[in-house]
């Protein structure tokens, strides 16, 4: 099977889509692709365009979700396709890597197959779903959520931005709010190629990582409330101090989840958000919310930590006489890949000739959608210094052409 991709080719796609929302930075390169702004619309006509170009036929959902399919004169065109792709939007002055490395990796991989005088018997299809990053309308993944099944597609058109804005006019306006919806139940089989946002595979000097399980993800609001008062004339022990006692919490929520991670290496527990009120110098604490984020491989050990944070807020109770309410307003569960895209995947790097290593995704990826209606697996490529979502996030040229060597590879496999 001869697949070759070109770096050159890659490496251009990925720059002109660098310049759509491209931001001042004083070290590397960023830019902001909200969804349905100009530089989003840019990112996707020049996509198309792209997608045109090498004899793909367009279609866009009623979400915007974006597909080129190639139907060489090998493929059954009634066969179901084996898809790749990943997304085009950033966060606020994010990085030129993550996403559209995943987009355009699986152009080229399709660019390299007509090269290279591939014949597919399956259809191939190129992806770029909406709102991965979930910036404007939604939380996250939000194209992939529509692609499958998890949110039907007037729900997540009625979606509003802070400005009122719904995610269908938004699409309208840019003219990308197409017709239908683009079902991963209909795909054969689904790989994702994407920045690792780590640094293991750098660790281990390899040049992929197979994806074995994207972690799932709990979020928990917390709210400890204790007695605001005088700063001055409030006695020490006659203080019920908030944030105090939340402070108590941070740490023993760091103490269970560094704890957990000596042993199993991949949970990880963090308290990413505070607010004090009436947050006043002179003023004791009276209330504090928390928001926290507990992640891992298996859904026994999220349980684990969350019930370790449910009995701390029980402690402080007693202990500090404050009062406390936890819920839990998003879960979702881990997703292991499927053997068989992990299977290909591992193989086509050995014809290619590079290290892959195992490894996990402690990041959410539109995969994890995908995984729940077809086989799906993902493929990192190596992220310097592990850093992503800002301008400083980079991959080399060449650990970008050789991640998208495997995926084409990979592809090439699972579609014969
Ligand atoms: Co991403």
Redesign the pocket.
């Given at each position: 099977m001869n697949v070759s991709v070109s770096e050159a080719r890659l490496r251009t796609d990925i720059e002109r889509t660098a310049e759509f929302g491209a931001v001042d930075a004083e070290e590397g390169r960023g830019r902001t692709v909200l969804t349905g702004t100009e530089p989003n619309r840019a990112a996707r006509e020049y996509l198309v365009e792209r997608l045109d170009d090498a004899g793909l036929d367009v279609r866009v959902d009623a979400v915007g979700n974006v597909v080129g399919r190639w139907t060489p004169p090998s493929a059954d065109p009634d066969a179901a396709p084996v898809a790749s792709g990943?997304?085009l939007d950033s966060v606020p002055e994010g990085g030129i890597f993550?996403?559209p490395l995943?987009v355009y990796g699986a152009l080229e991989a399709v660019r390299a197959m007509q090269d290279g005088g591939v014949e597919p018997a399956r259809p191939i299809e190129v992806v770029s779903f909406t709102e991965?990053?979930g910036q404007r309308f939604a939380s996250g993944v939000l194209g992939s959520s529509v692609a499958a099944g998890v949110r039907p597609v007037a729900d997540a058109l009625a979606l509003e931005a802070d400005d009122g804005t719904t995610l269908g006019a938004a699409l309208d306006e840019i003219g990308f709010r197409g017709d239908g919806r683009l079902d991963a139940a209909d795909w054969d089989a689904w790989l994702e190629l994407?920045?690792e946002?780590s640094t293991r595979l750098t660790d281990a000097g390899a040049a992929v990582g197979v994806v074995t399980d994207v972690t799932g993800i709990t979020h928990c609001e917390v709210e400890i409330v204790g007695e605001a008062n005088h700063a001055g004339s409030t006695p020490m022990d006659a203080r019920t101090d908030a944030l105090a006692a939340a402070s108590e919490f941070v740490l023993a929520v760091e103490r269970a989840a560094k704890r957990l991670a000596d042993e199993h290496e991949t949970p990880v527990g963090t308290v990413g958000s505070l607010g004090v009120s009436p947050n006043a110098t002179n003023v004791v604490p009276g209330s504090a919310t928390l928001g926290l984020d507990v992640r891992d491989v298996t859904q026994d050990r999220i349980e684990e930590l969350v019930g370790h944070a449910r009995e701390t807020l029980d402690r402080l109770e007693s202990e500090r006489g404050v009062s406390t309410h936890i819920e839990r307003p998003f879960d979702v569960a881990p997703m292991p890949t499927s053997d068989r895209v992990r299977r290909a995947a591992s193989d086509a790097a050995d014809r290619v000739g590079v290290t892959a290593i195992d490894c996990h995704s402690g990041?959410f990826?539109?995969t994890t959608h995908v995984a729940r209606e077809t086989d799906a697996g993902m493929l990192f490529a190596p992220s310097e210094g592990g850093v992503?979502h800002t301008p400083r996030e980079w991959t080399d040229w060449a650990d970008c052409a050789a991640a998208t060597e495997v995926l084409a590879a990979s592809l090439a496999d699972l579609a014969t």
């Open positions: 990943s997304h993550d996403g995943g991965e990053e994407h920045i946002q990041a990826h539109d992503s």
